[in-house]
């Protein structure tokens, strides 16, 4: 990978590492399911403009916008609005790999390879851990907002594979600009019926530097700059080389959220997260592992 598209990779970890403090930031002066629907608002009005309209049937759009948008996002922003820590938040967000590894296995019929095993019951030991941690503003339905939002995620990857599935080729970034366009009508009724109009009004009525900054940072930077830049580099790149960098995003999320808001893991909290981290690893590299080792043995008995 040349230098300049490293430090591009890089930048991205940085935004999405970082975006997990910043939606602590805005969840404290919005209501997150008001944050939520502003975040996919300004994501896709002016960007739908410039970017073409991907070659997908409507029923995609809507089904991706549905569960990476309404789902990921309102069960996040709840989450940490309710306590769950952002760096917590980051590393708990990533078991959204193994509810894809189980859903494309049920959904998909995707046989599992034993090193993504491993990785599963590594991932599962870690979650337990954290899940019977105590420490820090973490809350257990903090805590289980997040999985849901990971399971969310995961059933937006399995939406995206059964595009490939039917043919169609998916550009990740128009994907993400125009399925924006599903959220923001299930985010402001959620909203008005959960938050309620007086708690909107509000938030509107006094919309802080702070509000301000942390909606454009999640629509312009962690959503159009961040998604613009990981497409690009899928498109130059095979996806074995680009995909690992996300691995470094709840490490960057874990760090941000200690410097910027003084979050710091208990001892069960960080081996949970440690052990997590672990399984996604094994996850990405066991099968290429485990080949290198099968050979290695192979070269030796010849």
């Known amino acids: 990978m040349p230098w300049s598209d490293l430090m591009q990779a ?12 910043v939606i602590k930031w805005g969840v404290s002066d919005v209501p997150p399911l008001l944050l939520g629907g502003l975040r996919f608002c300004l994501a896709a009005v002016p960007a739908l403009f410039f970017i073409r309209r991907p070659a997908l049937p409507w029923r995609y759009l809507l089904a991706y916008g549905l569960s990476v948008g309404v789902g990921q996002f309102a069960c996040l922003f709840t989450a940490i609005k309710l306590g769950m ?10 078991s959204q790999a193994f509810f894809t590894l189980i859903l494309a296995g049920l959904w998909l019929r995707e046989r599992w ?3 993504q095993m491993a990785g599963l019951l590594l991932a599962l030991g870690g979650l337990a851990l954290i899940g019977l941690s105590k420490g820090g503003s973490m809350t257990a339905v903090g805590l289980g907002l997040t999985i849901a939002a990971a399971f969310s995620w995961a059933l937006s990857n399995v939406v995206v594979r059964q595009m490939g599935r039917a043919g169609y ?3 990740p970034l128009g994907l993400v600009v125009w399925s924006s366009l599903v959220p923001p009508i299930p985010f402001f009724l959620l909203s008005w019926w959960l938050e309620g109009g007086e708690r909107i ?4 009525s006094h919309f802080t530097p702070q509000a301000l900054f942390a909606v454009c940072y999640l629509a312009f930077v962690a959503t159009l700059f961040g ?3 990981w497409s690009r580099l899928l498109s130059r790149h095979p996806a074995g080389k680009v995909a690992p960098f996300s691995l470094l995003v709840p490490v960057v999320g874990v760090l941000a ?3 910027l808001l003084g979050e710091h893991l208990s001892a069960l909290q960080a081996a949970g997260s440690l052990l997590l981290l672990a399984g996604l690893v ?8 485990l080949a290198r080792w099968r050979q290695g043995v192979a070269t030796r008995g010849a």
């Open 282 to 289: 094994v996850n990405v590299f066991g099968a290429r592992w």
């Open 85 to 94: 820590p952002a760096g917590l938040a980051s590393v708990v967000l990533q």
């Open 113 to 115: 390879q034993a090193s």
């Open 10 to 21: 890089l930048a991205i970890v940085l935004v999405w590492g970082v975006n997990f403090v």
């Open 201 to 204: 009004a509000a938030a509107l």
């Open 169 to 171: 080729s998916v550009q």
């Open 227 to 229: 998604y613009g830049l």
């Open 257 to 259: 959220s200690s410097l």
